[in-house]
């Protein structure tokens, strides 16, 4: 049923009626996770990777009162260079579409647009979970809930290293998400490809993800997947020192009081600047390491529907 509230790009709907394969691409990764103009390069990189293996971009953003299901390279332009551009996730997305705002996308924002649209992968670089320091703050991402609730599949590097990975793995299994280890029987931890935690499930090939998703949804079974691919052991960072600058991030957050959806930008710059770059190399190239594999998955779907 059309919505209003969504606008398909031309390309990306075309894509749908033909039963082509589309990947969903966020946008904060554009407006809020890396600085101009590698945010602007990254965004044109991974849609280009998209296209060379055979699928449609779908990347997802706000603008004029619509959620945007694929963006034109204007538009992508301005989110990666204007000032104020709203970090939009589900409880964002009302207020953001009434006063007809810029912005740019979660997981979970990115979710809600590629379930409306009915894209079935969305690659990314790594969701939300649960915060340290869960017990006194009770910050836990909307991505979980996000996931829980849309059919689509998740290809992203494990969960964000600076969160609490044994517990968000506790919450992905009480809703019922999936957790599939690409290739891997560890969960993987973002900048490095190795968290010391097991996954429920494994699968090799983008066949036997496709197979997954074709049996959860025929079956009726509401929710996504999280397809947990780890970065290549040559981009990896030095595990030692990341943890390092985490814990050194999230002390400097406390002092500062910086808390909610600002924490993850703040300690993902800390971050970079405490590893000397090496953090950002490697979340350049897990999220096109992700979009490759989130292709493959999107293309071996499309046949097998």
Request: aromatic share 4%.
């Amino acid at each position: 049923m059309a919505n209003s509230s969504v606008h398909i790009h031309p390309p990306v709907a075309e894509a749908l009626r033909n039963g082509e394969p589309v990947v969903a691409l966020e946008s904060t990764i554009v407006a809020h996770g890396m600085p101009y103009p590698a945010n602007l390069e990254t965004a044109e990189t991974l849609e280009s990777l998209v296209e060379a293996r055979g699928a449609i971009p779908a990347t997802v953003a706000v603008a004029n009162g619509q959620i945007h299901v694929g963006c034109d390279a204007d538009m992508l332009h301005a989110l990666a260079t204007e000032e104020g551009v709203w970090k939009i996730s589900r409880r964002d997305l009302p207020l953001a579409l009434a006063k007809r705002v810029l912005g740019a996308t979660t997981v979970s924002g990115t979710l809600i647009g590629s379930a409306h649209a009915g894209v079935a992968v969305f690659a990314t670089g790594g969701i939300g979970g649960v915060h340290r320091g869960v017990a006194s703050t009770w910050d836990v991402s909307a991505d979980l809930a996000e996931m829980a609730a849309s059919d689509v599949a998740v290809v992203s590097a494990g969960a964000k290293s600076i969160l609490d990975l044994p517990k968000t793995l506790e919450v992905l299994e009480s809703s019922g998400i999936p957790v599939i280890g690409y290739g891997t029987d560890e969960f993987p931890a973002f900048f490095t490809h190795k968290s010391g935690l097991g996954v429920p499930h494994r699968c090799d090939t983008p066949e036997e993800v496709a197979a997954a998703m074709h049996a959860k949804w025929t079956l009726g079974l509401q929710g996504g997947f999280l397809v947990a691919n780890p970065i290549p052991e040559s981009a990896a960072a030095d595990p030692t020192a990341i943890e390092a600058a985490i814990e050194a991030g999230l002390r400097a957050a406390s002092e500062q009081g910086v808390e909610g959806k600002a924490l993850t930008p703040f300690l993902l710059r800390f971050i970079n600047e405490a590893t000397g770059g090496a953090s950002l190399a490697a979340n350049r190239q897990l999220v096109e390491n992700n979009v490759r594999v989130g292709t493959e998955i999107a293309v071996a779907y499309a046949a097998l529907r």
